[in-house]
């Protein structure tokens, strides 16, 4: 039987593993006759070596002590972070949740990303959408979305705004459940539903604050909804993020959760939606065969890039055999004004406009078509 001082070892095992590989995520899940334990590198889960299953308990206990949770209670979901010092003398801040399960409580760590913000230029945006995206945060007001499904990496490209204008003479303030990077110079507060801290009240604080930009971290109801359009309708910079599957389907959403099509028309100036897809290992990718059939399946339509070509995964020791090194974001974004938001309003029905050239998919196939990525990558992550 393994002792406490060990299942202290095998956690930190665990996190220095998972942070070697760039593994955003652990899952520990107990089953009937046995325990799993994965990583999720790259949005991809793949098993390592789990404990007995006989330690579920303890180690549970062990994460939900480091988390600053109670360990006597096992029936209901707990939420917590903690932050633990590698070997290497870096420090990983990491978000813990627990859930019961059928045999036993299953928690997952979220590795949360360093205390750096990506450039807009890492982002993976094509060069005219990174022009449009600078522009529209430039804009002194208005509401600026970003959506896209669970770990499309919409808080990056949140962060990755804020650091782009996060400067002496702008006053930046943002309300985050959680706070996922620390940024210097940006005022940030991370909502506590138990004490009463939520989205709407800490955003009715911030517009007594005199912000430039206020950054939400996501619209979760129609109360923070509402706040949100009509702080930017009266001056204020707002971005936030909505869990929508494309750019035109958050227009829908904003008025599924009751924001008044004339209050939502004077704001929205901006949607971006993203995908994340697994960047090619740069030491190990090969090229692979062309295929003008194959694009045509997948939407291309038009003549192809110059010195266009297309790889493959292969898999190397940098990699770790799997092909893939890191992700890369893909990007549509929608440009909206007033008069063009009133003229989609005909009949009490909203007619979806277009996304900005170009789409999801197509966005996606230029960067395969630039060898970055590879065509089954873009199938798999972008609609069709």
């Given at each position: 039987?393994?002792?406490?001082?060990s299942?202290?070892?095998?956690?930190?095992?665990?996190?220095?593993?998972?942070?070697?590989?760039?593994?955003?995520?652990i899952?520990?899940?107990?089953?009937?006759?046995?325990y799993?334990?994965?990583y999720?590198?790259?949005g991809?889960?793949?098993?390592v070596?789990?404990?007995q299953?006989?330690?579920?308990?303890?180690?549970?206990?062990?994460?939900?002590?480091?988390?600053?949770?109670?360990i006597?209670?096992?029936?209901l979901?707990?939420?917590?972070r903690?932050?633990?010092?590698l070997?290497?003398g870096?420090?990983?801040n990491?978000r813990m949740?627990?859930?019961p399960?059928?045999f036993?409580?299953?928690?997952?760590?979220?590795l949360?990303?360093?205390?750096l913000?990506?450039?807009?230029?890492?982002?993976?945006?094509e060069p005219g959408?990174?022009?449009?995206?600078?522009?529209?945060?430039?804009?002194?007001?208005?509401l600026?979305?970003?959506?896209g499904p669970?770990g499309?990496g919409?808080?990056?490209?949140?962060?990755?705004c804020?650091?782009?204008?996060n400067?002496?003479?702008?006053?930046?303030?943002?309300?985050?459940d959680?706070v996922?990077?620390?940024l210097?110079?940006?005022?940030?507060?991370?909502?506590n539903?138990?004490i009463?801290?939520g989205f709407a009240?800490?955003l009715?604080?911030l517009l007594?604050?005199?912000p430039?930009?206020?950054m939400?971290?996501?619209m979760?109801?129609?109360?923070t909804?509402d706040?949100?359009?009509k702080?930017?309708?009266?001056?204020?910079?707002?971005?936030?993020?909505?869990?929508?599957?494309s750019?035109?389907a958050?227009?829908?959403?904003?008025?599924n959760?009751?924001?008044a099509?004339?209050?939502?028309?004077?704001?929205?100036?901006?949607?971006?939606?993203?995908?994340?897809?697994?960047?090619?290992?740069?030491?190990c990718?090969?090229?692979?065969s062309l295929?003008r059939a194959?694009?045509?399946?997948?939407?291309w339509?038009?003549a192809?890039?110059a010195a266009?070509?297309?790889?493959?995964?292969?898999?190397?020791?940098?990699?770790?055999?799997?092909?893939?090194?890191g992700r890369?974001?893909i990007?549509?974004?929608?440009?909206?004004s007033?008069?063009?938001?009133?003229?989609?309003?005909?009949?009490?029905?909203l007619?979806?406009p277009?996304?900005?050239?170009?789409?999801?998919?197509r966005?996606?196939l230029?960067k395969?078509?630039?060898?970055?990525i590879?065509?089954?990558?873009v199938?798999?992550?972008t609609p069709?």
């Amino acid at each position: 039987m393994l002792t406490s001082e060990s299942i202290a070892d095998y956690v930190q095992r665990m996190l220095e593993g998972a942070v070697a590989l760039g593994a955003s995520d652990i899952h520990f899940e107990p089953y009937e006759g046995f325990y799993r334990v994965r990583y999720r590198v790259d949005g991809v889960l793949s098993e390592v070596d789990p404990p007995q299953l006989a330690l579920r308990e303890r180690l549970a206990a062990r994460l939900k002590v480091m988390a600053g949770l109670d360990i006597s209670e096992k029936r209901l979901p707990q939420d917590g972070r903690f932050s633990l010092r590698l070997l290497r003398g870096a420090v990983q801040n990491v978000r813990m949740s627990s859930l019961p399960t059928l045999f036993g409580e299953k928690i997952v760590l979220r590795l949360l990303a360093p205390t750096l913000a990506l450039p807009l230029e890492d982002l993976g945006l094509e060069p005219g959408q990174l022009a449009l995206l600078q522009q529209a945060i430039a804009w002194p007001h208005g509401l600026l979305l970003v959506t896209g499904p669970t770990g499309s990496g919409k808080s990056a490209t949140l962060y990755a705004c804020l650091a782009a204008l996060n400067q002496a003479g702008v006053n930046i303030c943002t309300v985050e459940d959680p706070v996922e990077i620390a940024l210097s110079g940006v005022n940030q507060v991370a909502v506590n539903e138990k004490i009463g801290l939520g989205f709407a009240l800490t955003l009715r604080a911030l517009l007594r604050q005199d912000p430039d930009v206020m950054m939400v971290g996501e619209m979760r109801d129609a109360l923070t909804a509402d706040i949100a359009v009509k702080a930017a309708q009266t001056g204020h910079r707002v971005w936030s993020s909505l869990h929508t599957n494309s750019a035109q389907a958050a227009l829908a959403r904003l008025l599924n959760m009751e924001v008044a099509w004339f209050n939502l028309a004077s704001a929205l100036s901006l949607i971006v939606s993203q995908r994340l897809a697994r960047r090619l290992c740069d030491a190990c990718k090969q090229p692979g065969s062309l295929s003008r059939a194959l694009l045509e399946s997948l939407g291309w339509q038009g003549a192809l890039p110059a010195a266009a070509h297309c790889c493959v995964p292969r898999g190397c020791p940098a990699c770790h055999g799997s092909g893939y090194r890191g992700r890369l974001g893909i990007f549509e974004l929608l440009p909206l004004s007033e008069d063009a938001l009133n003229g989609l309003w005909l009949d009490g029905a909203l007619q979806l406009p277009p996304p900005a050239f170009p789409n999801l998919r197509r966005a996606g196939l230029l960067k395969a078509l630039r060898g970055e990525i590879s065509l089954a990558e873009v199938a798999a992550v972008t609609p069709s």
